[in-house]
């Protein structure tokens, strides 16, 4: 009986370059902060590879660490990004085209505006925060979250472009 491999190689190759193109991208809009497209590929990766979509995710968040340092502010990083990929499997496969585009956005945006608010159980536990700790720093990280929402819903007019792209390029390939 044959063994199926969980990833081809083809696979393994192309979530390789995602995640790196993931943190390129993001190493790219590093002077805008809470400004970036990692919402953007995360939704548009989930809504074309489903659960494969966890391989390049990961392969970023390793490569932030590599490169940023593997420290205690990475450590939500490991749960933080599945929020996103959850939030995403969880909307239907098919969508109205007119309206997934917004519903792809507005995704992209709540994870951005729930952001702090996600990444607070890990600063609870790091730093013995108590429940008022934890609620003042999700207040004192509210302007943060904004920005990272708003920019979040502007940059989330990608995904739909991005997910045409890659399903273009799956198409292409696969014959």
């Known amino acids: 009986m044959e063994k199926r491999s969980l990833l081809t190689v083809r696979e393994i190759v192309i979530f390789g370059l995602l995640g790196g193109v993931m943190y390129a991208s993001k190493l790219l809009m590093e002077f805008l902060p809470n400004v970036h497209l990692i919402g953007v590929f995360i939704v548009a990766l989930t809504v074309v590879y489903r659960y494969k979509a966890l391989f390049p995710i990961y392969v970023f968040i390793f490569l932030t660490g590599l490169f940023n340092g593997f420290s205690m502010w990475w450590l939500p990083y490991l749960y933080i990004w599945d929020f996103l990929w959850l939030f995403t499997m969880l909307l239907p496969k098919k969508m109205n085209k007119y309206v997934a585009p917004f519903v ?51 940059c989330g007019i990608l995904i739909t472009p991005l997910i045409k792209v890659i399903r273009l390029c799956e198409k292409n390939f696969n014959g």
């Open 104 to 154: 792809y956005m507005a995704v992209c945006s709540l994870h951005g505006f729930l952001y702090g608010t996600l990444y607070a159980p890990a600063q609870a536990l790091m730093f013995g925060l108590n429940l008022k700790g934890t609620i003042a720093w999700i207040i004192a990280g509210l302007p943060w979250d904004a920005v990272h929402g708003i920019s979040n819903f502007v």
